[in-house]
């Protein structure tokens, strides 16, 4: 694609990185085929090619975003299905995150919208407020209808209705830093803190941590660290995501030059593609940028990691049927597509492929709060291919995915870690246990 950048605009960063980005796409069109909001819109500029030309066409005049462009970037899932079909490699993340920050700092929103986005930037990566708006979701479950009804208050409404029927337990050893290997060991890691999953669903990291303590794995959970910024990045608000990410890389880069890492453990695959980012996000900033690309380097799904080991004898009778769901962040954004199926099925799991793998759920972070229509859309496509594959489990790799799904279906979703706990000598996960009598 041919671009018209000035010099003065080209001496900007990420305006050089997006004229880049630009000048690989071709117009080929292919990404139309796999972009979720094309394949239910129909509209061009619903597809990554489309809000290509609109971003080209705002950055270049650089002026601020018009109500047309801020509506088809929000449509925008970040999925990244369009760079796994992409033929010339247009690193369209890169683009569309440029794209959120300059419709934050240029576009005023309606006055419901800012304060809806305010409300989740700021409560969302606080694990105490977070906990504190579940409580008082509960309450206010019975009146999600009456949000409904109004349009520009339905974000509030599908907060209601994601919001869990009964908070999770506390984890006992939340706040255990320190988790040493069971016999020699063998590797040493740090785990992501994060922020709204170990609120959810706090057995996803009790099951990673049993698991790898098997395996001869030490993990620390590193003071200082916490929420790894993607919330805040995919809403635009980039002054906040980029403190979460420095205040990670301070924690882990404390290990590293400590006692060292062998990896940086990410349950939530959400935030695996941000941190694996973390080393283009921070780098213009001079005290940062080498010390984040060190953190990305090190970044791992947690079933990349395993993959890498010999897992114990499966411990359950073989032949359960899990329907694998692959989230978009960790099939497009981190390229892992074979692990957790070859990790579940060594174990002795059935899994089975649901048809259009490829496309979203509608989870995507706030996308579910802030696009409800369109994500419930994707969330009835996506639960009907599942429930075909006649599944006694659902597994996935992502919080946000999880509980989209489990929205939707009566069929417990649980995460990949949690499966391969249990085969392996772990607990049963909540929520299965009448799946075979726990086999």
Known sequence: MQTNFSLAQLADPQVARSEQVLRACVHCGFCTATCPTYVLLGDELDSPRGRIYLIKEMLENDR???????????RCLSCLSCMTTCPSGVHYMHLIDHARDHVEKTYERPLIDRLTRALLA????????????????MLARPFASLFEGVPALRPIAAMLRLAPARPATRSPHEKQRRFPANG?????????????QPVLRPAIDEAAIRLLNRLGVEIVRPEGGGCCGSLTHHMGKEEPALANARANVDAWMREIEGEGLDA???TTSGCGTTIKDYGHMLR??????????RVSA?????SEFLAERELPPAVIPAGIRVAYHSACSLQHGQRVRTAPKTLLASVGFTVLEPAEGHLCCGSAGTYNILQPEIAG????RKVANIERTEPEIIAAGNIGCMTQIGGGTAIPVVHTVELIDWATGGPVPDGVAGVRAAA
């Open 284 to 293: 213009t900033d001079p005290a940062y940028a080498e010390r984040a690309a």
């Open 298 to 302: 090190l970044a791992k799904d947690v």
């Open 64 to 74: 601020p975003a018009t109500v047309e462009v801020a509506r088809h970037v929000d």
């Open 122 to 137: 700021r409560v969302l990566p606080s694990r105490s407020l977070f906990r504190l708006a579940i409580g008082g979701a």
């Open 377 to 380: 859309r994707l969330r009835a």
């Open 184 to 196: 020699p060991r063998r590797a040493r890691v740090a785990l992501l803190d994060g922020c709204a």
């Open 264 to 266: 940086i453990i990410v």
